[in-house]
């Protein structure tokens, strides 16, 4: 018996070890995230590039000229698309149970567009919430004041932004030798830890902190202007419609927070905590596990935010079902029509040589 659970530590220090994730003597057991996560990834690979492939191709040709909110959603499709591109890796990675071929750069490209991905949508989904909060409650204002060259500048700050936050983790993200394998570190190497740690905290304060503040501030405002009665000179029809996409907006962002950033970002703070203090094991393996559970998470906005672009899009879902409708009726219109017989044909010739009753006499029986 003893031998069997001697044999079963080395095991699991050693699956432990083999991902860097170490902390002292307690050992992980990480068994399910070599199921978890190609499984999950590929879910969201296949999705992800269908859905952004569509929205991307409806942005290019059939959505022109953009407005306001539909360049910074043709801007976060951008960045679920790089994003998506970039899963295949990961996918062979955790499939060969953390065994990466593809070299140090390559490893740090696939982990700088996962938090390139995740923070740029945050602060796209934020401008695109402060574009729909000043249509609601500034229209007179964002006429004038938002245009669509301003929100083609205010992207690329924050691209320039996300951009040169994320370049020390190009610095941190490393490959390792351990067991005759090469690992591909999400975080940085085991010495290097804490310092990663620090600089993660300020990262995650700057681009999901304030943004979700942010947001949510701008829905309690939107929520007390749909909330109260109207008396714009707007039509009925008009202001129905424009409180439906608001309210969808509010709904749609809120849940891809709820379930992809807010989660994300809860258990990877507790889980750097936890090792930085160097935590009870059984603790510490209760944390690694949910923390592993909502990285696939984190991947799932790149799936939702087509959703937003249908549900809340300028005239995306109108102009989607167009494209739809049309080639279905192409396929329809490319179907042979059936001759008619010869007495039906001369009778549809007289008609349209003569098409008002008056012009023509009925034939006699």
């Known amino acids: 018996m003893?031998?069997?659970?001697?044999?079963?530590?080395?095991?699991?220090?050693?699956?432990?070890?083999?991902?860097?994730?170490?902390?002292?003597?307690?050992?992980?057991?990480?068994?399910f995230k070599y199921v978890l996560l190609p499984v999950s990834y590929s879910l969201v690979c296949v999705l992800g590039l269908v859905l952004n492939s569509m929205a991307l191709w409806m942005f290019v040709f059939k959505m022109r000229p953009w407005k306001t909110g539909t360049l910074f959603m043709f801007h976060l499709a951008v960045s679920d698309m790089l994003y998506v591109l970039s899963l295949p890796t990961l996918i062979y990675y955790y499939g060969n149970r953390?065994?990466?071929?593809?070299?140090?750069?390559?490893?740090?490209?696939?982990?700088?567009?996962?938090?390139?991905?995740?923070?740029?949508?945050?602060?796209?989904l934020t401008c695109i919430s402060v574009h729909r909060y000043l249509g609601i409650c500034h229209p007179i204002w964002s006429l004038t004041a938002m245009k669509p060259r301003s929100a083609q500048v205010v992207c690329c700050l924050v691209w320039v932004t996300v951009?040169?936050?994320?370049?020390?983790?190009?610095?941190?993200?490393?490959?390792?030798?351990?067991?005759?394998?090469?690992?591909?570190?999400?975080?940085?190497?085991?010495q290097d830890f804490e310092q990663y740690v620090n600089y993660s905290s300020a990262?995650?304060?700057?681009?999901?902190?304030?943004?979700?503040?942010?947001?949510?501030?701008?829905?309690c405002l939107m929520a007390q202007t749909l909330c109260r009665p109207s008396h714009s000179l707007s039509s009925g029809r008009q202001r129905l419609s424009s409180r439906r996409k608001s309210v969808t907006l509010i709904v749609v962002v809120l849940v891809v927070f709820a379930v992809c950033f807010v989660p994300f970002h809860i258990t990877r703070t507790l889980y750097y905590t936890y090792r930085v203090l160097d935590a009870d094991c059984a603790v510490l393996n209760i944390v690694n596990f949910t923390y592993k559970?909502?990285?696939?998470?984190?991947?799932?906005?790149?799936?939702?935010?087509?959703?937003?672009?249908?549900?809340?899009?300028?005239?995306?879902?109108?102009?989607?079902?167009?494209?739809?409708?049309?080639?279905?009726?192409?396929?329809?219109?490319?179907?042979?029509?059936t001759p008619l017989p010869s007495s039906v044909s001369h009778h549809v010739a007289t008609i349209y040589k003569h098409p008002y009753p008056s012009a023509y006499e009925e034939p006699k029986s």
């Open 203 to 219: 990262v995650m304060t700057l681009l999901f902190g304030i943004p979700f503040f942010i947001i949510v501030v701008c829905y």
């Open 98 to 124: 953390s065994h990466w071929p593809f070299g140090v750069a390559l490893c740090k490209i696939v982990r700088f567009l996962f938090y390139a991905n995740l923070y740029s949508s945050i602060l796209f």
């Open 163 to 190: 951009i040169a936050c994320l370049v020390p983790n190009l610095i941190f993200v490393t490959t390792s030798q351990r067991d005759g394998d090469t690992l591909c570190h999400d975080t940085t190497r085991p």
């Open 293 to 337: 559970i909502t990285r696939p998470l984190a991947s799932i906005n790149s799936c939702i935010d087509p959703i937003l672009y249908f549900l809340a899009g300028d005239h995306y879902r109108t102009k989607l079902i167009r494209v739809l409708t049309r080639q279905t009726q192409t396929t329809t219109r490319s179907t042979p029509p």
């Open 2 to 31: 003893d031998n069997q659970t001697d044999v079963s530590a080395l095991i699991n220090t050693t699956e432990s070890e083999r991902d860097g994730d170490a902390n002292g003597s307690c050992r992980f057991d990480e068994e």
